[in-house]
């Protein structure tokens, strides 16, 4: 009886040690696909900046289409894919508003082709922006002015400044036609000037400034922080698509 005991009881140690060994093979093979994707990931924000190949491969095959189709209303951008780049990076960032702003500066652009204004004047604008404005040959006054739509083709974001690229379509009439056209705008916003970091990140609480985006909370006084930077995106940059 001893015997049968000691038997039964090696067969079930036996068993219980199987067991305990696949758990730990699987155990194992978990953590090498957990390590594999970790590092499938890093490679890939450190490459890409986070971009999925998948999203990558969209955004060639959009740019391959608005190349075959040059029609000047046909518009595709990238806005899924840098979108939620940009709002991690600027939280208080708003898309309606900045289509608004696009919508704005390609109005008084092409007013100021046109001969009817002299520069700039509710956009926010680089300096030199008003000498890469094209003169019309012949002045005249815009009108049926019709922003169609805008949307983000490219975003880059380093330590000195960060950079929207957006892609718009407008229609208009001047001189007794109509013409409707796609412009390329960049919106940038300068981080560091000259190596000195800008306030740009007020606290809504206790109004400390902060010089890096890295912060997601205010150091002083441990509230969420706010951009101040509705006056900070200038337009350095407008060309026909």
Same mark, same amino acid.
């Given at each position: 009886?001893t015997?049968? $005991?000691?038997?039964? #009881? ?16 699987? *155990? ?7 390590a594999?994707?970790? $590092? ?63 919508? +704005?500066? +390609? ?9 009817? +204004? ?28 019709? *922003? ?7 975003y ?17 009439t001047? +001189? #007794? ?6 412009y ?17 990140l ?30 900070? $995106? ?8």
């Open positions: 009886m015997v049968m $005991w000691a038997i039964s #009881g090696f067969k079930l140690g036996f068993v219980i040690f199987g067991i305990l060994a696949v758990l730990f093979v699987l *155990f194992v093979i978990v953590n090498i696909i957990k594999i994707r970790n $590092w499938h990931t890093k490679i890939t924000d450190d490459l890409l900046g986070g971009i999925r190949l998948s999203d990558l491969k969209n955004a060639m095959q959009e740019g391959s289409r608005e190349a075959e189709n040059p029609s000047p209303r046909t518009l595709f951008g990238a806005t899924s894919i840098y979108l939620p780049r940009i709002l991690k990076d600027f939280p208080d960032f708003h898309m309606p508003e900045a289509k608004n702003a696009v919508g +704005l500066l +390609l109005t008084e652009y092409l007013k100021i082709r046109y001969g009817e +204004l002299e520069d700039f004047k509710d956009s926010n604008v680089e300096n030199d922006l008003i000498s890469m404005v094209p003169k019309a040959q012949t002045a005249g006054n815009v009108t049926d002015v019709n *922003f169609h739509d805008c949307a983000v083709r490219n880059l974001k380093t330590q000195e400044y960060a950079t929207i690229t957006y892609i718009a379509t407008i229609g208009y001047a +001189l #007794g036609k109509k013409f409707e056209e796609r390329q705008v960049d919106s940038t916003l300068k981080l560091s000037e000259e190596g000195i970091p800008k306030k740009l007020i606290c809504s609480q206790c109004g400390g400034a902060i010089d890096t985006t890295a912060h997601k909370f205010c150091p002083y006084c441990g509230s969420g922080i706010v951009w101040d930077t509705k006056l900070s $995106w200038r337009f350095t940059a407008v060309k026909e698509s």
